[in-house]
């Protein structure tokens, strides 16, 4: 599962920095990358991707998971994470430009590469945690470690070693959430991992969206290098929901226990 979501997160996470190396040179360069790597993907995917059959399943079952609350809790929390580090995420540049600005010239894409590999490195350990412990738990954890990383960013964007150190770090908690959620959902509805494997990356897009766009709102009232601020206020809300259904999942289960033992 940390593969598959790691996936798509990478190309997000190493995306940019490779853009804006590739970028420096000439901006038609990037284009071609991009269109150069869609085709080897392509190519790929019809020869090495071995044929998928799925066992049929009618549609109404496949959205069954859509009416229990605890999965869209998740989805909405996922968008809610996804927003808060992209509020900050989508200004990076501009942000730590106190930190760039008289260094070497790629000293953002370094900021960049440090956040995509903490990003990577989120990836494998939320799915080798979430194997031996509760998803639960390493949800909170990643949800909760990311709002903190994200409130005390104006600390740090003002000094090229820090804000690289914090862009590692906060880079992990980013990766650790996708594939946390996603290990949540399908141990939900182990049956509909099709389906949930597509609305939590749905969730996670619509996120950055969102992000960006709230990012750019929230400069009306903060400095640019005071976006950890809202972004960490979106962040919370969606560590205070996991925090909650977590609670109101195990009522329900502690009162199922104690009706199967009463019978």
């Known amino acids: ?49 071995p044929r998928v059959s799925l066992p ?42 106190d930190a760039t600005t008289d260094t070497f010239h790629q000293a953002l894409i370094l900021i960049l590469f440090a956040w995509g590999l903490g990003v990577l490195g989120g990836n494998f350990l939320a799915g080798l945690w979430a194997d031996k412990r509760s998803g639960l738990g390493v949800a909170v954890a990643a949800l909760g470690s990311g709002t903190v990383l994200l409130a005390v960013s104006p600390l740090t964007v003002g000094h090229l070693a820090i804000v690289i150190v914090w862009a590692v770090v906060w880079g992990a908690t980013d990766g650790m959430a996708s594939v946390v959620q996603q290990h949540r959902l399908v141990a939900i509805a182990p049956a509909s991992a099709p389906l949930l494997f597509g609305l939590n990356s749905s969730a996670i897009y619509v996120g950055v969206a969102i992000g960006g766009v709230l990012g750019g709102v929230s400069q009306e009232w903060f400095a640019i290098t005071l976006l950890g601020i809202p972004a960490a206020a979106i962040a919370l809300l969606a560590t205070l929901m996991t925090v909650v259904d977590g609670r109101r999942s195990r009522s329900e289960r502690r009162a199922r226990g104690q009706v199967e033992y009463a019978r």
């Open 1 to 49: 599962m940390a593969l598959v979501i790691g996936g798509l997160t990478l190309s997000t996470a190493l995306g940019m920095p490779l853009g804006n190396l590739i970028g420096g040179v000439d901006w038609r360069l990037t284009l071609w990358a991009v269109a150069g790597l869609g085709v080897l993907a392509a190519l790929g995917i019809s020869v090495w991707l």
């Open 56 to 97: 049929a399943v009618s549609l109404t079952a496949r959205l069954a998971p859509l009416r229990q609350v605890n999965v869209l809790t998740i989805l909405i929390a996922t968008t809610l994470v996804m927003a808060g580090h992209y509020t900050l995420y989508t200004y990076i540049g501009a942000i730590t430009a």
